[in-house]
């Protein structure tokens, strides 16, 4: 297995050891591979998810059987809803205990099958070495995704002559990456002859690297970029074109964009419910081109006039060759008047806002940080306020929505970065869901940065309570009961800092980015601050509270 994994270039493993994963932690002790010890399983899945992210390669987790395998599942779960390459090796009982209730024995084959691209049991050593060969082609390939491989310890203790396949066919497996020469012909005459064009553009832009070739058709043709949340960083928040992200807490200028738009170029995004709203009421006007390497994502949401089933930086770079710029002028004009007149704002007074900690994080590293969110309104806010730059500087749960993703993901992400700045902005409710690798972190000298928007609430479900259930905060409130963050960063040998004054924000962040060490910064934030612009659950996205009702 550690031949195998060599062969495939793999540097670092996180995971957690167990009883029948032994034999492989053995052969670890000694292997030219690192491998990270996080303090829960669940972190090492979602740090070889945050690696996968932040460097392209494909992640490796590593757990035990039973426990340690479905405390892996959530993380394999978070991969598969956003297509992360990813390998998961599980430990399983000896082969001829499986099925009998051993000792910390689980199905995970079975539990992972609806939430991985494809699993294995191995029960043969012989077969291992192809195994792991496909794992990591299917993990990268196509749309990628996890890939499961559960080992059981009799197999791990056999012995077989170690041949690495050079090639691997696996039938019915063979994705398209090169767009249909007439479908390409048929999207570029309708660009050319769009009058309000708009490119909607997903996570699947920058997991296939297509950031450059969005980017050349967006500025050539003067076309507008809405992003989704896995979508920032495909095309530079700061460009003029930017339309920031679009969706449930999207801009109002993308969602009125999209929404009047007569033509949208999907690019690696699939339609979801927190982007399209109310579907029926969807872009009523719209052509749609969509570019997808998935043929199971085209036409499963929204009816596609021009699909072409390819890799999205094919795709692009023949559509550039063959398009002709449409005139867009009238356009881009009413779409400057719905930036006028429905900017992203909040009160800017003297108290501590959280979107102040988000621009302010952004002005201190110029948006050349790598940001990993939490999940609920930090990651909102982040996605908002943070002006993202480049590909693979923005990582978040956006399919599963997963709370406790951000910080391990920031770990596995300054491992495969170590030069970089990585923040992790959460909620107080999240971070509390993986905070025990802050020794992970610790252990590891790995500087990253938590910005804590500490509300004293689930604030994302405070907000739905507040406007849609009278207030009534049922099972919300965590004021008093958080620890002392600053206290429990200096426990595991990390630094805290609590800010509580607006003043005093920039001259944290500064002086959190001078420590070498990893840095819990404890912003006391005005508690019951609201996301917006909003689009209620059902409704049509131009329908937003402080967004400008269509
Ligand atoms: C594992 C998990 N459990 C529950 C939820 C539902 N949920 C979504 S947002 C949220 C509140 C998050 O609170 P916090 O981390 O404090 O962030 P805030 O919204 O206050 O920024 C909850 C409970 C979830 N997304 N993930």
Redesign the pocket.
Known sequence: MIECLKNEGVEVIFGYPGGQVLPIFDELYDAPIKFILTRHEQGAAHAADGYARATGKVGVCLATSGPGATNLV?GIATAYMDSIPMVAITGQVKSFLIGNDAFQEADITGITRPITKHNYLVEDVRDLARILKEAFHIASTGRPGPVLIDIPSDIQMQETEFEYPQKIEIRGYNPTYIGHIGQIKRAAKAIAEAKRPILYVGGGAIISGASEEVTELATKNDIPVAMTLLGLGAFPATDKLSLGMLGMHGTAYANHSIMESDLIIAVGARFDDRVTGKLDAFAPHAKVIHIDIDPASVSKNVEVDIPIVGDAKTVMKQLNKSVKKPDTAEWLKKIEEWKKKYPLKYKDDNKLR?QYVVEEIYNATKGEAIICT????????AAQFYKFMKPRTMLS?GG?????YGFPAAIGAQMGKPGAVVFDI????????NIQELATAVVNKLPVKVAI???C???????WQELFYKKRYSY?C?GGTCPDFVKLAESYGAVGMRITRKEDVRPAIEKALKIDNTVFLDFHVEQEEN?FPMVPAGEAINRMIEGGLA
Not at 374 to 381: D, F, L, S, Y
Not at 400 to 404: E, R, S, Y
Not at 426 to 433: K, L, P, Y
Request: charged share 10%.
């Open positions: 959530t959280p939490e999940v609920g309104q930090n990651q909102m806010w749960s599963l929505g997963t709370m406790g959460a909620g107080d409710g999240s971070i509390q869901m928007l500490n509300n609430y689930l604030g994302m479900v405070r907000q919300t965590l996301v």
